[in-house]
């Protein structure tokens, strides 16, 4: 496509969307062959065809403008359905931290000073299981709170939860495969695994737990439990420890 039809089409598409309203002037073919960095013909070529299709018009010294003639229906606005809600999350919202505790002075002080002394090697591309020192941070934390011995290589960086539920599931699981699930649980982590494929069995909580016998009785066919340790959402009991330490 010659330059100068690429030039006019852009110009027909903002005219269209309502960006170059009908009465608007355009600058002088020599102002925008400057900053388009060609030629004035080739802008004086774009400004003719359009004028010829009657999305321009020329009125001699005054330049030239996007025509009057050109009248658009435009669609009626849109109501701002969330315009009244409040920005703030709701209280007790699941998988929400206590936002009100962060520290985001502190926070924003140490991303300047890390903004500031980036170099060029800072935006190209990390390692894909993410940043050696986080993943060290990481091992040490695990080590002194939960006494898990493991290796950097072993710790993988995902953006949260619901995104490491796939990349095991993906990994592990095919399609139609059984899992255990708490019941009640974390309802939001359900439409993850469903999304996988994997077929969900509810298993009842008592005061240790998830009810292995249960989950044995009701679905002895499920390759996966998913169970939580510690503060079991939403009845806050624990995993009993020897079903914690079995493998």
Known sequence: MPRYQHIARQLKTAIEQGELAPGTRLPSSRT????????RATVENAYGELVAQGWLERRGQAGTF???ALRFETAPPIPAVFAGESPEPKPFQMGLPALDLFPRETWARVMGRRLRTQ????????????????RQAIVDYLRVSRS????????????????????ILRT????????????????????????EGITLAPI??????????????????????????AHQSAGGVALMRSWRCRR
């Open 32 to 39: 925008w062959a400057q900053e388009l960095g060609v030629s």
């Open 66 to 68: 996007v025509s009057n």
């Open 119 to 134: 170099t060029r090697f800072d935006l190209a591309l990390g390692d894909v299981c993410g940043e050696a020192i986080l």
């Open 148 to 167: 898990i011995e493991c290796l950097p290589e072993q710790v993988f960086i995902t953006s949260g939860y619901a995104d490491s539920m796939r990349l």
């Open 172 to 195: 592990l699981s095919v399609p139609g495969d059984s899992m255990w699930v708490e019941d009640p649980g974390f309802p939001l982590i359900r439409p993850v695994i469903t999304q």
């Open 204 to 229: 009842p909580v008592d005061a240790d737990g998830l009810s292995v016998a249960a989950g044995i009785r009701d679905c002895p066919q499920g390759r996966f439990p998913l169970v939580t340790p």
